[in-house]
T-cell receptor, first 113, second 113 residues
Framework: GEDVEQSLFLSVREGDSSVINCTYTDSSSTYLYWYKQEPGAGLQLLTYIFSNMDMKQDQRLTVLLNKKDKHLSLRIADTQTGDSAIYFCAESSLTSGTYKYIFGTGTRLKVLA | GAGVSQSPSNKVTEKGKDVELRCDPISGHTALYWYRQSLGQGLEFLIYFQGNSAPDKSGLPSDRFSAERTGGSVSTLTIQRTQQEDSAVYLC???????????FGPGTRLLVL
């Protein structure tokens, strides 16, 4: 079946840039998403990109999409301790008139002061 | 409220009992989704409602799981004869259906003893 993969852990120093990577297998993906989950909280949508785009920037966040390689990345500039959380990559696709959503296992980002 | 709400926030039950989880989507959102997040695993898509269309039940793990959405708004996820492997965080999300961006609730943490 279709799959979304992420590395499990990432550790960076405060002020550095963080890059969280994700690969997916579904070539019919329509949207790709990044969500943030802080301890004890629900998921927060950070940003999303339509599959015919290759880049989207939103303040400190930059999303890069390589559709050929099915690779998505999230770059966080000037990473802060408040950015410590689990980051989920997800993709959606339209199949037989309904939408399917597949999430990765999440990357736990730890920001060191 | 402005966001997706879920209740209860925590539920502890005994094996074999039935449980009901409730989701109130963002007002006006036509699409509603249920997911399950088990410890150390990615999000698992369970079921999806879009307007008055028949729900996509393909993700439900067994016939013990069912969901309803009354009046196109509030949804209830019911798990009958709960098992210990049902212990997880159950997340609800809604979207306007226009751009497929989903907004998540805080989740219900279910523990089956």
């Amino acid at each position: 079946g279709e799959d979304v993969e992420q590395s499990l852990f990432l550790s960076v120093r405060e002020g550095d840039s963080s890059v969280i990577n994700c690969t997916y297998t579904d070539s019919s993906s329509t949207y790709l998403y990044w969500y943030k989950q802080e301890p004890g909280a629900g998921l927060q949508l950070l940003t999303y990109i339509f599959s015919n785009m290759d880049m989207k920037q939103d303040q400190r966040l930059t999303v890069l999409l390589n559709k050929k390689d099915k690779h998505l990345s999230l770059r966080i500039a000037d990473t802060q301790t408040g950015d410590s959380a689990i980051y989920f990559c997800a993709e959606s696709s339209l199949t037989s008139g309904t939408y399917k959503y597949i999430f990765g296992t999440g990357t736990r980002l730890k920001v060191l002061a | 409220g402005a966001g997706v709400s879920q209740s209860p926030s925590n539920k502890v039950t005994e094996k074999g009992k039935d449980v009901e989880l409730r989701c109130d989507p963002i007002s006006g959102h036509t699409a509603l989704y249920w997911y399950r997040q088990s410890l150390g695993q990615g999000l698992e898509f369970l079921i999806y409602f879009q307007g008055n269309s028949a729900p996509d039940k393909s993700g439900l793990p067994s016939d013990r799981f069912s969901a309803e959405r009354t009046g196109g708004s509030v949804s209830t996820l019911t798990i009958q004869r709960t098992q210990q492997e049902d212990s997880a965080v159950y997340l609800c999300a809604s979207s306007s259906g226009l751009d497929e961006t989903q907004y998540f609730g805080p989740g219900t943490r279910l523990l089956v003893l």
